[in-house]
């Protein structure tokens, strides 16, 4: 189980994992000097676009990735690349997802790592600066599942992650068979989350941890308790 896709925030973060979430879930877009950021939207609120920000002019709050890998050394990371040609910032070269992939290359550990997206422009590049870095294809609830399946089987991505309300036994079932996790989002009901746990997702991303971690029979982690 991992936490997301709210707050980025560092502390936010730590917090999910020493409640006892097996990952955590964040979302990467590039700054205008070529960092790595931590920000659900294109935009963040009062200061402005992230990709035309540098380092220095973003909030405290916005934490960069490198902090938090140091930070969450050994927990499971789900990183979404943030590129929408629909968003103010969008850059059609994904030097985002390449930078990402080359960073965790260079640091290791991808074993534990899986990066997702929305777009096969990045997963694609991802998987062209590392072929054995985990790729998890997002789609919408209206999405056809049975393309996605196979667009993910053609190009050699590691897992599905649809919206939960488009999860099915027979879904998980034919994403199994291909040799694909199936990791869905986002889940804060505890009876979907018995549901799909039962139909056997690999994986559920949620903004309750402790009342998800109730509902599949597990108890939360004291707080306070170490991350790492």
């Not at 309300?165 to 889940?187: E, F, K």
């Given at each position: 189980m991992g936490v997301g896709p709210g707050e980025n925030t560092l502390a936010s973060l730590v917090d999910a994992v020493r409640a006892g979430a097996d990952g955590i879930e964040c979302d990467v877009r590039r700054t205008a000097d070529g960092a790595l950021a931590l920000h659900h939207d294109a935009v963040i609120e009062g200061v402005g676009t992230v990709a035309e920000l540098t380092v220095a002019q973003l909030p405290e709050r916005v934490p960069l990735l490198e902090a938090v890998l140091d930070a969450l050394q050994g927990s499971r990371l789900n990183l979404e690349i943030k590129n929408l040609p629909h968003e103010p910032g969008y850059d059609p070269e994904e030097l985002t997802a390449r930078q990402v992939a080359t960073l965790l290359?260079?640091?290791?550990?991808?074993?534990?790592?899986?990066?997702?997206?929305?777009?096969?422009?990045?997963?694609?590049?991802?998987?062209?600066?590392?072929?054995?870095?985990?790729?998890?294809?997002?789609?919408?609830?209206?999405?056809?599942?049975?393309?996605?399946?196979?667009?993910?089987?053609?190009?050699?991505?590691?897992?599905?992650?649809?919206?939960?309300?488009?999860?099915?036994?027979?879904?998980?079932?034919?994403?199994?068979?291909?040799?694909?996790?199936?990791?869905?989002?986002?889940?804060?009901?505890p009876d979907e989350a018995r549901r799909l746990a039962g139909i056997g997702v690999d994986g559920v991303i949620t903004d309750a941890v402790g009342a998800i971690l109730a509902a599949l029979g597990r108890a939360p982690t004291e707080p306070g308790a170490p991350v790492g």
């Open positions: 290359a260079e640091r290791g550990g991808q074993d534990s790592v899986i990066i997702s997206s929305f777009t096969s422009a990045a997963l694609d590049a991802v998987v062209g600066i590392d072929p054995d870095l985990p790729t998890g294809f997002l789609t919408t609830a209206d999405y056809d599942q049975d393309k996605a399946l196979g667009r993910a089987v053609e190009r050699g991505w590691s897992a599905l992650h649809p919206h939960h309300r488009a999860v099915t036994a027979a879904l998980v079932a034919a994403a199994h068979d291909q040799g694909l996790a199936v990791n869905t989002w986002t889940v804060n009901d």
